[in-house]
């Protein structure tokens, strides 16, 4: 086994990695980048070492630096995490020129798979069921259009060698065909330095299946069972579960047996997974083989009790699989929810900024042992990479944690999400939390009618909006606010006592995640005979007691016993009360204008990026919806359009530029 590992790769993989590494005894080496110089994975390594600027391609994805690290430390493995470098068979000849082990499969299956088309032609050859498609060489614009119009829309453009929903379009008619290959080519070129598509039937409502799969050198190989992961958005996924619900055992046993012969197809060694498409008829389809750990690799690890990296450090150092397919099984079952710092309801874009406040659930460190005993498993399980004062930043995915929780069945899984979602504390930017709450109790989720289309089929019910007990947590602000006056000010020490035994105090709020500027109005009164706190014209009796900061506070109104924690941020109260989370102003403070603009053909930057491509001219004229200005943040790219029909009067930035967040991009004479 290894003595000292060098980990190349940030955030809540990198901590992944480490945590094996220090129960094995394992020497772990750290890299970062300027922007992560005080990042939790360089605090929880033995060691770490500064590999350049923010930007990835200065510092995360320069393979020469890595190697230099590595070599300097004496590190005598290199695990890439997923994403970065981790598909990237460069990185791995070079690891192998330097006398590094790289923690990944032999670069023939890097490079086979890591083509999507040559895959395709792959496993086209060894009889494995593929969706209709187009995977040739020919990248002509004319033969991409007839290819397409043979297939019959609508149709699915792929990046050939992406990854993660990158470079991906759906094309409905044959007229939308040269934007989407356009911008589809863009994207692939900028995320993996290469334009090739290929081009797949796309199927209505289908499935994503996917089969983790193990070898050795010693041409051993498993598959260890399969996980769902059809909730995506964006292609990208945002809730997974192991075992898939609904499958049947037989449909489990031959998607299985296939993932191993893709994986002997390509004499495969290490970590791997196959990516199926199925129908709703139960046929599954050959999509992809992702050639290194997944991000969604924990709900199989819970299902099965092994430490999948573990496995990976083993098989890399030489040793054989520690267990062989009739020892494998499957105990119960796995969610996992992934925490992002974005804004569902503005197309989940993603946000930045300070994490001011972050609380989760009562979860068991990650212990699971190399030989899975049961008794090892937690029913709650956090792995992230940020910790509470750490930033957000627009040079990285935007991702917080993953909620992993297990249960005896599905149904036992989904109340343990359920209540630890409603555990989970964020102020800072805008988390998807409230709609993965939304979406794991919606009625498709929770009845296993799983499809890749799901969120959008369920948009209106799942962004509808919710009436939540704003009274209530109105009044939890309030008694956080006394409090903090009690504890600040000489004058309220004695909690309002006077000596005419009287007090009044009017309090108004603003509800932040309305959009005006409407206020309400609080009366707290307090007499001989105690407190009154009066609200939408209703009159209670109020007692509280408890806390300030983030602490625990809880009240009496009226009849009503209420508990809460309430976070104070200057004049901003966020309270988290039965799940909700709300957040009020105190008084009269300035409107956050930027977190109000919502909708579609906004005329500034939704969030710190670069200008990839400017569609008008000035004095064009243009209808609304006109796309005119594509921006790339957060490795995804945004299309501003034009909010109403009118002029195009000045261009304000240019191909390349960097913009700040909430930047007039343009300005438009609007006509009638």
Request: hydrophobic share 45%.
């Given at each position: 086994?290894?003595?000292?590992?060098?980990?190349?790769?940030?955030?809540e993989?990198?901590?992944?990695?480490a945590a094996?590494?220090?129960r094995?005894?394992?020497h772990?080496?750290?890299v970062?980048?300027d922007?992560d110089?005080k990042a939790?994975h360089v605090?929880?390594?033995d060691?770490?070492v500064?590999?350049?600027a923010a930007?990835?391609?200065e510092?995360?994805?320069r393979?020469?630096?890595i190697?230099?690290?590595?070599?300097?430390?004496?590190?005598?493995a290199v695990?890439?995490?997923?994403?970065?470098?981790?598909?990237n068979?460069?990185f791995?000849?070079?690891?192998?020129a330097a006398?590094?082990?790289?923690?990944?499969?032999p670069?023939?299956a890097i490079?086979t798979?890591g083509s999507?088309a040559?895959?395709k032609?792959?496993?086209?050859a060894a009889?494995v069921?593929?969706?209709p498609?187009?995977?040739?060489?020919?990248?002509?614009c004319a033969r991409?259009q007839?290819?397409a119009?043979?297939?019959?829309?609508?149709?699915?453009?792929?990046?050939?060698?992406?990854?993660?929903?990158k470079?991906?379009r759906v094309v409905?008619?044959?007229?939308?065909f040269?934007?989407?290959?356009t911008?589809?080519?863009r994207?692939?070129?900028s995320?993996?330095g290469?334009?090739?598509?290929l081009i797949?039937?796309y199927l209505v409502?289908?499935?994503?299946?996917?089969?983790q799969?193990?070898a050795?050198?010693?041409?051993?190989?498993v598959?260890l069972f399969?996980r769902?992961c059809?909730?995506?958005r964006?292609?990208q996924k945002?809730?997974e579960?192991?075992p898939?619900?609904g499958?049947s055992?037989?449909?489990?046993?031959?998607?299985?047996?296939?993932a191993?012969a893709v994986?002997?197809a390509?004499?495969?060694?290490g970590a791997?997974?196959?990516?199926?498409?199925?129908?709703p008829?139960?046929e599954?389809y050959?999509m992809?083989m992702?050639?290194?750990l997944q991000v969604?690799?924990?709900?199989?690890?819970?299902?099965t009790g092994?430490?999948?990296?573990?496995w990976?450090l083993?098989v890399?150092?030489g040793e054989?699989?520690?267990l062989?397919q009739h020892?494998?099984h499957?105990?119960?079952?796995?969610?996992?929810?992934r925490i992002?710092?974005?804004?569902?309801?503005r197309?989940?874009?993603?946000?930045?900024?300070t994490l001011l406040h972050?609380?989760?659930?009562?979860?068991v460190e990650?212990?699971?042992?190399g030989q899975g005993?049961?008794?090892?498993?937690?029913?709650?399980r956090?792995?992230?990479?940020v910790?509470?004062?750490?930033?957000?930043?627009?040079?990285?995915?935007p991702?917080i944690?993953?909620?992993?929780?297990?249960g005896?069945d599905r149904?036992?899984a989904l109340?343990?999400l359920?209540r630890a979602?409603c555990?989970i504390?964020i102020?800072?930017?805008?988390t998807?939390?409230?709609?993965?709450?939304?979406?794991?109790t919606s009625e498709p989720?929770?009845h296993?009618?799983l499809d890749?289309?799901?969120?959008?089929?369920?948009?209106?019910?799942l962004?509808a909006r919710r009436e939540k007990?704003?009274?209530?947590?109105?009044?939890?602000?309030?008694?956080?606010?006394?409090?903090?006056?009690?504890d600040?000010?000489?004058?309220?020490?004695?909690s309002?006592?006077?000596?005419n035994g009287h007090y009044?105090q009017?309090?108004?709020w603003?509800?932040v995640e309305?959009?005006?500027?409407?206020?309400?109005?609080?009366?707290f009164?307090c007499?001989?005979?105690?407190a009154?706190l009066e609200?939408?014209?209703?009159?209670?009796?109020?007692?509280?007691?408890?806390?300030?900061?983030?602490h625990?506070?809880?009240?009496t109104l009226?009849?009503?016993?209420?508990t809460?924690?309430?976070?104070v941020?200057?004049?901003?109260?966020?309270?988290?009360?039965?799940g909700?989370?709300?957040a009020?102003e105190?008084k009269?403070l300035l409107?956050?204008a930027a977190?109000a603009?919502?909708?579609e053909g906004?005329l500034?930057a939704p969030?710190?990026?670069k200008v990839i491509?400017?569609l008008?001219e000035p004095?064009?004229?243009?209808k609304k919806?006109t796309p005119?200005?594509?921006?790339e943040a957060?490795k995804m790219?945004h299309?501003?359009?034009?909010?109403?029909?009118g002029?195009?009067?000045?261009?304000l930035?240019?191909v390349?530029?960097q913009?700040a967040d909430?930047?007039?991009l343009l300005t438009?004479?609007v006509t009638?």
């Open positions: 086994m290894f003595k000292k590992i060098l980990i190349a790769n940030r955030g993989i990198a901590c992944r990695v094996t590494c220090r094995l005894g394992i772990s080496v750290a970062y980048s922007a110089a939790k605090s929880i390594c060691e770490a500064h590999i350049g930007p990835t391609a510092s995360y994805l393979i020469e630096r190697i230099d690290a590595a070599q300097r430390t004496g590190a005598q695990h890439p995490g997923y994403g970065f470098l981790s598909e068979e460069a791995a000849q070079a690891c192998a006398g590094i082990a790289f923690i990944g499969p670069v023939g490079a798979m999507k040559a895959a032609t792959l496993m086209q009889a069921p593929l969706v498609g187009y995977h040739g060489e020919d990248q002509d991409l007839r290819e119009d043979a297939i019959g829309y609508p149709v699915l453009l792929k990046a050939s060698a992406g990854g993660g929903g470079g991906m409905e008619r044959r007229e939308e040269a934007a989407a290959l911008s589809c080519q994207e692939a070129a995320s993996f290469n334009d090739r598509v797949e039937k409502r289908p499935r994503h299946v996917e089969v799969v193990f050795d050198k010693h041409r051993n190989a598959y399969d769902d059809s909730v995506q964006r292609h945002v809730l579960e192991a898939a619900p499958l055992d037989d449909t489990r046993r031959a998607m299985g047996k296939a191993v994986a002997r390509v004499d495969y060694v791997g997974t196959v990516e199926f498409i199925m129908t008829g139960g599954f050959f992809e992702n050639t290194r969604e690799h924990p709900v199989t690890e819970m299902v092994l430490d999948l990296v573990e990976q083993r890399a150092a054989k699989l520690p062989q020892e494998l499957v105990s119960g079952h796995a969610i996992e929810a992002y710092a974005e804004n569902p309801a197309g989940f874009l993603p946000s930045t900024g972050l609380r989760m659930p009562d979860a990650f212990r699971l042992g005993s049961p008794a090892s498993r937690a029913p709650v956090i792995d992230s990479g910790r509470q004062g750490d930033t957000i930043t627009p040079h990285y995915d991702m944690a993953k909620l992993i929780v297990h005896a149904g036992d109340a343990r359920s979602l555990e504390e102020v800072g930017p805008h998807n939390i409230e709609f993965l709450h939304r979406i794991s989720f929770t296993a009618d890749t289309g799901l969120i959008e089929r369920h948009h209106a019910v962004f007990p704003v009274g209530e947590a109105l009044a939890l602000a309030t008694a956080a606010l006394l409090a903090r006056e009690r600040t000010s000489p004058w309220t020490a004695l309002h006592w006077r000596l009044t009017v309090i108004e603003r509800d309305r959009a005006d500027d409407a206020t309400i109005a609080v009366r009164q007499d001989a005979n105690g009154v609200l939408n014209g209703k009159a209670l009796p109020f007692a509280w007691w408890g806390g300030d900061g983030a625990e506070l809880g009240m009226g009849v009503q016993r209420i809460g924690r309430v976070f941020d200057r004049d901003i109260f966020h309270v988290f009360s039965r909700d989370a709300f009020f105190w009269n409107a956050h977190d603009e919502h909708g906004r500034s969030m710190p990026g491509a400017v008008v004095g064009a004229r243009v919806g005119l200005i594509v921006m957060m790219e299309t501003i359009a034009a909010p109403a029909a002029k195009i009067e000045q261009i930035y240019a390349g530029d913009v909430g930047a007039q438009l004479e009638a």
